[in-house]
């Protein structure tokens, strides 16, 4: 499994929208999830989005209905589509991997085997 590296990050005023990349090379002969987790400051790690091996995604109530994440097999990259950015947005935004399938509905960050080294999203009111 290859190093994931994170880009994309950057500032937005509020109602904005970033689209976050990370390059996640998985063995897609196995059943794995990746995942975008955020650490806004002084608070833990959240796992808002993950996409499992079938294709299926989960986002954490916090971010339905305003984020997306999409796995491209073809190109081995994960996607965040962030819209509508609220000011608790703000946070180091990592990319994440697995091989269980099942983790993606379990949503611990340290379930997570494999981190990128994280992009910063700033969204300002």
């Known amino acids: 499994q290859g190093q994931l590296v994170e880009s994309g990050g950057g500032s937005v005023q509020a109602g904005g929208s970033l689209t976050l990349s990370c390059a996640a090379s998985?063995?897609?002969?196995?059943?794995?999830?990746v995942a975008w987790i955020r650490q806004a400051p002084g608070k833990e790690h959240e796992v808002i989005g993950t996409v499992d091996s079938d294709g299926k995604s989960w986002h954490a109530a916090s971010v339905k209905d305003r984020f997306t994440t999409s796995y491209d097999k073809a190109s081995n990259n994960l996607y965040l589509q962030m819209n509508s950015l609220k000011p608790e947005d703000t946070a180091m935004y990592y990319c994440a991997t697995v091989y269980r399938r099942a983790y993606c509905y379990y949503v611990v960050p340290s379930t997570f085997t494999d981190w990128g080294q994280g992009t910063q999203v700033t969204v300002s009111s």
């Open positions: 998985v063995d897609n002969a196995r059943k794995y999830c």
